[in-house]
């Protein structure tokens, strides 16, 4: 966690509203050049943290440092190097598409000529050029959350935060802006990346967080907290139902735990610690056994199993946790 | 997105390069940029909504020509003269406070849509958003006062006391309009509902209106109405307008009546103190 290799550090942020902390001391800190996911069911404070961190919010307690400028006294030092997209599109709805680009160039201080040259380019390649001319007021979900998208990279930010960038989006049109983002992260922009959906952070994220109430309750890449939830599991499908009772013997010497069966699709399951290893031995035995394979692998939990273990799932309902 | 190609090449941001604190000559400049850059903005927005600027426009001639010609042949005008010539400048006047209510629901419309978290997010001058929708909001009464001078040309209406006095005039009306200007951008923070911000400003200006001198003389009202009226911050600015004008109307023994002019500078001038603070105030606290 040192600030030179971190684009956006964080050290126990605190932000009340009335009498609950909406965030209760979070630590953050976002390697340069990575995209990095905040996950979070619905009012864990992942919004709060970003407009915490984009200067648009007043926090109680701790600090905060994006691309080494202090968020609390050089506010505007670090508006100069983000890049926001919220949750709903912050685009002048009257305006065009494109006067909302040239406008937004001019209050960048770029000159006129460089605003409209610039805010072409982005119309281009958002897929927006045919519809420049319309009030965004009238384009669809996905329109608008992509000239906002444009709107954010006008300057090319060294820390672009996108809260809940896909939110009731379509599939296209999310797919659209995942590569966007992709291809932002593969140019050097640090990512930090608010999202509900496991999978979104899953697909673009080398890091995730899980915050809940506030505060941080995991960290680590996608692979890491699902290691961190709990084994691998191996699964086996054998073709011949007199097969199943030897399998299962063979799980039961080999594996970590307890064998899961279900004879009816021929199937066995069974925690492993070294899953490679486990891998090889399980197949030798059932080879050596004759017993005939139609289906083997390995399986880590996935996010949503995490996700849920780590906000203490149960008890408490995790809305909106995707599908 | 036909393939995002090179989204990252365009243009090199650099680290707060735009604002280099300390250096209070460019960073006025910036501000003075930015606020002309804000004025086009809201400005724009003026010509991509015309058929707002058409009902907008159309209420006061519409006063014009209700109160002219169908009350007008009813009223009397102290001392002499025309009503309509009595009418106009109340009608310049209140033109002004009905602006009042497209200043608070175009910052409502900011505040509520969002917009206005992206202009607080780069860096630009903050009071960019406050001198751009001053600005615009005296541009385009500028505007309503070149149509509603044609318009009262048309119905008879006329400066008499030469150009310099008529614009002075038009200088004292354009203050009061940037009084309610600072109130408006008060209301519509204080308020963030677009819808809403209507509902109240309309009850606030109509009995201010119906109070003051625009329509009659306070002396025809009973004595505890005529003083609220002969005290109205409207009546200070439409008395003195008349008498810059020579319009027909001036007078009353009242102090406020005598004290018209120092009156339509006060009255504004005490407005913007305190709501232009209040709504800076106001604008702060977003970020609460």
């Keep these: ?323 | 997105m036909t393939g995002v190609g090179g989204v990252v090449g365009g243009v090199a941001g650099d680290g707060g390069g735009a604002v280099n604190g300390g250096d209070a000559v460019r960073r006025f400049r910036w501000a003075v940029v930015d606020g002309a850059t804000m004025t086009g903005r809201n400005m724009a927005h003026v010509v991509r909504s015309p058929e707002e600027i058409i009902i907008y426009f159309s209420l006061p001639i519409m006063f014009v020509l209700v109160f002219g010609y169908v009350f007008g042949s009813g009223m009397t005008v102290p001392g002499a003269g025309s009503y309509r010539e009595f009418l106009l400048p109340g009608v310049f006047v209140m033109t002004m406070l009905y602006g009042l209510g497209a200043t608070a629901s175009g910052v409502a419309m900011d505040v509520s849509r969002g917009v206005v978290d992206r202009f607080r997010s780069i860096p630009m001058a903050r009071s960019a958003l406050v001198t751009g929708r001053t600005g615009a909001d005296l541009i385009r009464a500028l505007l309503e006062m070149t149509t509603l001078v044609v318009c009262g040309l048309l119905v008879g209406w006329q400066w008499r006391n030469g150009v310099v006095d008529a614009l002075a005039a038009v200088g004292l009306i354009l203050l009061l309009r940037l009084a309610f200007t600072c109130l408006g951008i008060f209301f519509g923070l204080v308020v963030p509902n677009p819808d809403t911000v209507g509902v109240i400003v309309f009850p606030l200006a109509f009995p201010l209106t119906a109070l003051s001198n625009v329509f009659v003389a306070p002396e025809l009202l009973p004595d505890w109405l005529g003083a609220v009226a002969a005290w109205n911050p409207l009546s200070a600015t439409v008395a003195a307008a008349r008498e810059l004008f020579g319009n027909p109307g001036i007078g009353g023994d009242s102090w406020p009546a005598q004290h018209a002019a120092l009156l339509a500078v006060v009255w504004p001038l005490v407005l913007i103190a305190v709501f232009a603070p209040l709504a800076v105030r106001r604008y702060q606290r977003l970020g609460r």
């Excluded at chain 1, 926090?59 to 440092?65: E, I, L, N, Q, T």
């Excluded at chain 1, 922009?189 to 941080?216: F, H, K, N, P, W």
Aim: charged share 25%; with cysteine; hydrophobic share 45%.
């Design chain 1, 1 to 323: 966690m040192t600030n030179t290799t971190s684009a956006v550090v964080a050290e126990g942020l605190r932000k009340r509203y009335g009498t609950t902390w909406a965030l209760d001391g979070l630590d953050l800190a976002v390697p340069t050049g990575t995209v990095y996911g905040m996950l979070g069911p619905n009012g864990a404070g992942k919004t709060t943290a970003v407009r915490i961190l984009t200067t648009l919010l007043r926090f109680d307690a701790g600090r905060a440092r994006i691309a080494g400028y202090d968020v609390a006294r050089q506010p505007e030092q670090v508006r100069g190097v983000l890049g926001l997209t919220g949750q709903y599109a912050a685009v002048d709805e009257i305006l065009s598409g494109r006067q909302n680009l040239i406008l937004f160039g001019r209050l960048h201080h770029l000159s006129r000529r460089a605003a409209r040259r610039r805010a072409d380019e982005l119309l281009e390649r958002f897929g927006l050029a045919d519809v420049a001319g319309r009030s965004a007021g009238t384009y669809s979900g996905g329109m608008r959350r992509r000239l906002d998208l444009a709107a954010s990279l006008i300057m090319t930010p060294r820390v672009l935060f996108l809260d809940e960038p896909t939110t009731g989006l379509d599939p296209r049109s999310r797919n659209q802006l995942w590569s966007a983002v992709r291809e932002l992260a593969a140019n050097g922009t640090t990512v930090l990346l608010t999202t509900q959906y496991l999978e979104e952070a899953d697909q673009l994220a080398d890091r995730i967080c899980v915050i809940d109430s506030g505060r941080m309750v995991a960290e680590g890449t996608s692979d890491e907290l699902k290691a961190r939830i709990g084994a691998d599991r191996i699964e086996v499908v054998v073709r011949d139902r007199a097969g199943v009772a030897a399998t299962a013997a063979i799980l039961e010497r080999l594996a970590a735990g307890p064998v899961s069966v279900d004879a009816e699709l021929r199937q066995l399951g069974a925690p492993v610690v070294d899953r490679v290893a486990a891998l090889g031995d399980v197949m030798r035995a059932l080879e050596a056994s004759g017993i005939v394979v139609a289906d083997i692998g390995l399986r880590r939990p996935t996010l949503d199993e995490a996700f849920l273990q780590l906000t203490a799932g149960g008890a408490r309902q995790v809305a909106g946790v995707a599908r």
